[in-house]
């Protein structure tokens, strides 16, 4: 089941790079792939020496610092304009990890399973899969040189201690689109696909015509039973209606 998948591809992650990436829907035919990562994934490797290791530390740094920040809570906000936009700040990053976090493993990934709703053609949902990455490493390669040229211009507020936004901010972006491409990539050239049915899935997509209640727990039910307790968050963040 899909416990003994994540435990078979958090165990042989030493030697063969296993996962597993979910083509949820969205909405009546609209899907986007999900990944969630085990908890004992984010440590990675150690950090090498030089810029490059200290670049490698403060990222990941940043990154459990945004995925961490606690939520306000009425009467308890942060009082100075500074503080408040590294609260927004953080927040921002925590959605953007959530987004690319599958194109980051991807990079070392040798293998992954494509769980699809069982109600969906494989060929189809392959097709879609990929051209996404396409988009995906398209987009990312164009916007690491468009937010490096803004690191370089905020390098002397990155570099002063303290909640600076600016560092926060680009240095998380840079690095980030540079690891999405990187991973679009492999994914497309480097990673041995194979695609299973998932009920689960399909029974998710049925719940997206509920009303709020009865959607909210069928969705529950659903993460809980392919065990990804985020996805019930990333599931409305993506299915919300813009303004």
Not at 16 to 29: K, N
Not at 109 to 118: C, K, S, V
Not at 202 to 228: C, D, F, K, N, Y
Request: charged fraction near 30%; charge should be neutral.
């Amino acid at each position: 089941d899909a416990l003994q998948r994540h435990q078979n591809s958090t165990a042989h992650s030493s030697s063969y790079s296993l996962m597993d990436v979910y083509f949820v829907p969205i909405g009546r035919d609209r899907f986007e792939c999900y990944y969630e990562a085990p908890d004992d994934e984010e440590g990675g490797a150690e950090d090498s020496p030089g810029v490059l290791g200290r670049w490698k530390a403060r990222f990941r740094g940043q990154l459990r610092d945004a995925e961490h920040e606690p939520q306000p809570v009425a009467g308890d906000e942060p009082s100075t304009l500074l503080e408040r936009l590294k609260g927004r700040s953080m927040r921002w990053i925590a959605e953007r990890v959530a987004e690319q976090r599958l194109l980051w493993r991807l990079r070392t990934a040798d293998a992954a399973t494509l769980h699809i709703p069982d109600d969906v053609d494989a060929v189809e949902a392959e097709r879609i899969m990929r051209e996404s990455m396409r988009r995906d490493a398209d987009r990312h390669r164009g916007l690491v040189a468009l937010h490096a040229v803004l690191l370089l211009l905020a390098l002397p507020v990155a570099l002063v201690p303290g909640p600076n936004v600016f560092g926060y901010l680009f240095t998380f972006t840079v690095t980030g689109h540079f690891l999405a491409w990187r991973g679009a990539r492999r994914g497309l050239v480097g990673v041995r696909w194979d695609v299973r049915p998932s009920r689960e899935l399909a029974t998710l997509r049925g719940a997206l015509s509920l009303e709020p209640g009865a959607r909210h727990a069928r969705i529950l039910e659903v993460s809980e039973q392919l065990h990804l307790p985020r996805l019930p968050v990333w599931v409305k963040r993506m299915t919300a209606p813009t303004a």
